[in-house]
T-cell receptor, first 115, second 115 residues
Framework: DVKVTQSSRYLVKRTGEKVFLECVQDMDHENMFWYRQDPGLGLRLIYFSYDVKMKEKGDIPEGYSVSREKKERFSLILESASTNQTSMYLC??????????????FGDGTRLSIL | DAKTTQPNSMESNEEEPVHLPCNHSTISGTDYIHWYRQLPSQGPEYVIHGLTSNVNNRMASLAIAEDRKSSTLILHRATLRDAAVYYCILRDGGLGGGSNYKLTFGKGTLLTVNP
């Protein structure tokens, strides 16, 4: 089975801090994604990456950046955390970019609170 | 992603079959039907997907209407672990740009399984 591991289940940070969320997948997937999930707003794509060092903005990239230096690892960075970034963050991966219907496999999420 | 309609909630008893309906009357010829579920405090989990023919895997079966305007996810013997929100989504199988990568969940169906 595909395993997507997010570094923390729960995280509490302060306003203005730089926050790193890490995600690792073990299935050699080309595509990796960062979403946030909020009540009433559903799942929203922040960034995705289809290869090492490649990244594309999703629907809500403002205030975030990403890093993909190795195929198995995709990091989400909150440059200067704000309270409106309190949310559940979900990382996902899927196999080759040419197969757009491949399932996405998710980690268990990081519940981030910004105080 | 094209729109889908699902009941807000359904209830089942343990070890009984569950049929979760999904309407997608505006489905296009290249849209695949995907199902995901999300257990409490966990990330979404891929369940099954199909295009025209019925599909079976170890988790569930997907029955697709002949006109493809509706589909049904079948859990053959519900367990307490199947209590989750189930999402039916359409994904364009045609070659295309970045929007095909992201998942967009509606409100889904909250399935309650009674012991």
């Amino acid at each position: 089975d595909v395993k997507v591991t997010q570094s923390s289940r729960y995280l509490v940070k302060r306003t203005g801090e730089k926050v790193f969320l890490e995600c690792v997948q073990d299935m050699d997937h080309e595509n990796m994604f960062w979403y946030r999930q909020d009540p009433g707003l559903g799942l929203r794509l922040i960034y995705f990456s289809y290869d090492v060092k490649m990244k594309e903005k999703g629907d809500i990239p403002e205030g975030y950046s990403v890093s993909r230096e190795k195929k198995e690892r995709f990091s989400l960075i909150l440059e200067s955390a704000s309270t409106n970034q309190t949310s559940m963050y979900l990382c996902a991966s899927s196999s080759p970019a040419g197969s757009l219907n491949q399932p996405q496999h998710f980690g268990d999420g990081t519940r981030l609170s910004i105080l | 992603d094209a729109k889908t309609t699902q009941p807000n909630s359904m209830e089942s008893n343990e070890e009984e079959p569950v049929h979760l309906p999904c309407n997608h009357s505006t489905i296009s010829g290249t849209d695949y039907i995907h199902w995901y579920r999300q257990l409490p405090s966990q990330g979404p989990e891929y369940v099954i997907h199909g295009l025209t023919s019925n599909v079976n895997n170890r988790m569930a079966s997907l029955a697709i209407a002949e006109d493809r305007k509706s589909s049904t996810l079948i859990l053959h013997r519900a367990t307490l672990r199947d209590a989750a929100v189930y999402y039916c989504i359409l994904r364009d199988g045609g070659l295309g740009g970045g929007s095909n990568y992201k998942l967009t969940f509606g409100k889904g169906t909250l399935l309650t399984v009674n012991p």
